[in-house]
């Protein structure tokens, strides 16, 4: 069955940031699961990117992700971005993550995936975006980092 994976930006720069080998050979290792599964960023992955002050690296992550669905970010994804700082999952100062989140949330994502276990993949976070995903409606998420799917 494939699932549809959102993938965060530090996925995408992880496959070029040579300075964490062993990060980078599992992310490599990741991404060869993109002709079986659905992969998919937002306009705020790409936006993140686009940002990104090494021009050489910021061409190789763009084009990296070209063939990706775009997820847009919407009036729901701003709600429930919302409730993740009302309920104090996440901070004003942490809001791309939880942009993210319910990015991969509104869009019916199986898994987001990231390399952020400061912010995103830990137990806690994901039980607390969880229990507020199914107080509100909205299904619930896997927060996990790329070798763990």
Request: glycine share 2%; aromatic share 8%.
């Given at each position: ?14 496959y ?12 490599v ?35 990296h ?61 994901r ?23």
């Amino acid at each position: 069955m494939a699932l549809k994976i959102y993938l965060d930006t530090s996925v995408v720069s992880a496959y070029f940031d040579d300075r964490y080998p062993e990060r980078q050979k599992d992310t490599v290792a990741f991404w060869k699961l993109s002709v079986e599964h659905e992969f998919s960023i937002s306009e705020l992955t790409k936006t993140e990117i686009q940002n990104t002050q090494d021009e050489t690296r910021k061409n190789q992550m763009l084009n990296h992700i070209g063939n990706l669905i775009l997820v847009p970010i919407d009036d729901s994804v701003e709600h429930l971005t919302n409730l993740y700082l009302e309920n104090g999952i996440f901070s004003p100062a942490t809001l791309n993550d939880a942009l993210h989140v319910a990015t991969a949330t509104i869009s019916r994502q199986d898994i987001l995936v990231s390399w952020n276990f400061r912010h995103l993949v830990n137990r806690r976070r994901r039980a607390r975006v969880n229990e507020v995903n199914t107080f509100n409606g909205y299904p619930t998420i896997e927060i996990i980092a790329p070798p763990e799917v």
